[in-house]
């Protein structure tokens, strides 16, 4: 799931620059307060979107469920749920593949941040279903599952330094570029 976010995150940010960049070069080339004021409201709004994009997923407190999505913040009280469902293994359809609240008089409401995708695996939802239903039982009095809730096993050092150096290098790459685009346009000599 973390990896879900970060990657969708990650990318985000880069087309964010790539449209700050796009525009201000071709559109704009001889106004240059108009072209750094387009690069940075691009690069703000693109920002903002990506930390509501890691900030996407299930917070549980007593007595409450908070579901943060990329829109909008759902509270629910923990009473109001009936149980919590892993996404289905089949259709990648937008919402409906995501982790399932199944709410007591029988809607379903989705957390956005639980998919299953070939990124996280066919396995994603289920640990984490597991567990918040096991706080779930705990919380609204009713008698919890003696099981142990599953654990994911790490990945192995090879995979997580691959991950990280990809990360790595397409944010280095995003900050280059975006150093450059700014450079650019502190230039006197910007669009003439």
């Known amino acids: 799931m973390r990896r879900m976010r970060t990657a969708h995150a990650v990318l985000l940010l880069f087309f964010g620059v790539v449209l700050a960049i796009g525009p201000t070069s071709e559109f704009v080339v001889g106004n240059h307060q108009l072209a750094a004021a387009i690069a940075g409201t691009v690069v703000a709004g693109t920002l903002v979107a990506a930390v509501r994009v890691l900030r996407r997923g299930i917070v549980v407190t007593p007595g409450r469920v908070v579901v943060r999505g990329l829109c909008t913040t759902r509270r629910l009280a923990a009473a109001e749920v009936a149980r919590f469902d892993p996404p289905v293994p089949y259709g990648k359809a937008f919402r409906r593949a995501s982790l399932r609240i199944v709410l007591v008089d029988g809607r379903v409401r989705y957390c956005g941040a639980f998919t299953n995708t070939k990124l996280d695996g066919d396995g994603v939802g289920v640990a984490e279903c597991a567990e918040l239903n096991r706080w779930l039982a705990l919380d609204t009095g009713s008698p919890a599952s003696a099981a142990p809730l599953p654990g994911r096993q790490p990945?192995?050092?090879?995979?997580?330094?691959?991950?990280?150096?990809?990360?790595?290098?397409?944010?280095?790459?995003?900050?280059?570029?975006?150093?450059?685009?700014?450079?650019?346009?502190?230039d006197p000599a910007f669009g003439g």
């Open 155 to 186: 990945d192995p050092l090879p995979v997580r330094l691959a991950w990280w150096t990809w990360l790595l290098l397409i944010g280095a790459f995003t900050s280059f570029c975006l150093a450059g685009v700014f450079l650019e346009m502190t």
